[in-house]
Nanobody
Framework: EVQLVESGGGLVQVGGSLTLSCAVS????????VGWFRQAPGKEREGVAS???????ATSYADSVKGRFTISRDKNTVHLKIVNLKPEDTAIYYCAALSGPILTLKEELYPYWGQGTQVTISS
């Protein structure tokens, strides 16, 4: 059974940093792509970062988060480090997975999803 469990969310001050983690089971990250998505209050869910393994790890980021978000993996855990946090980063963050080395931020392509972790940025 494929499972993804996010952790690391919480209340953080503007300008701070945090690292979200996505622990996966039921498959190996080497064979799948993993993406991070977020949904802010009143907004649609958006993809922010993805990673897959094609000989080496390949990554992709939404333009809105480039330079502040870093996706990485450690065995079967995928991390999302966020620095210089802004109020607009407040959202529920989800990780998702799809089979194959497909680097994409299109959520409709991801069949497996975690439950999400809340990130709240205080000013």
């Amino acid at each position: 059974e494929v499972q993804l469990v996010e952790s690391g969310g919480g209340l953080v001050q503007v300008g701070g940093s945090l690292t979200l983690s996505c622990a996966v089971s039921g498959f190996t990250v080497d064979d799948h792509a993993v993406g991070w998505f977020r949904q802010a209050p009143g907004k649609e869910r958006e993809g922010v970062a993805s990673i897959c393994h094609i000989i080496v790890d390949a990554t992709s980021y939404a333009d809105s988060v480039k330079g502040r978000f870093t996706i990485s993996r450690d065995k079967n855990t995928v991390h999302l480090k966020i620095v210089n946090l802004k109020p607009e980063d407040t959202a529920i963050y989800y990780c998702a997975a799809l089979s194959g080395p497909i680097l994409t931020l299109k959520e409709e392509l991801y069949p497996y999803w975690g439950q999400g972790t809340q990130v709240t940025i205080s000013s």
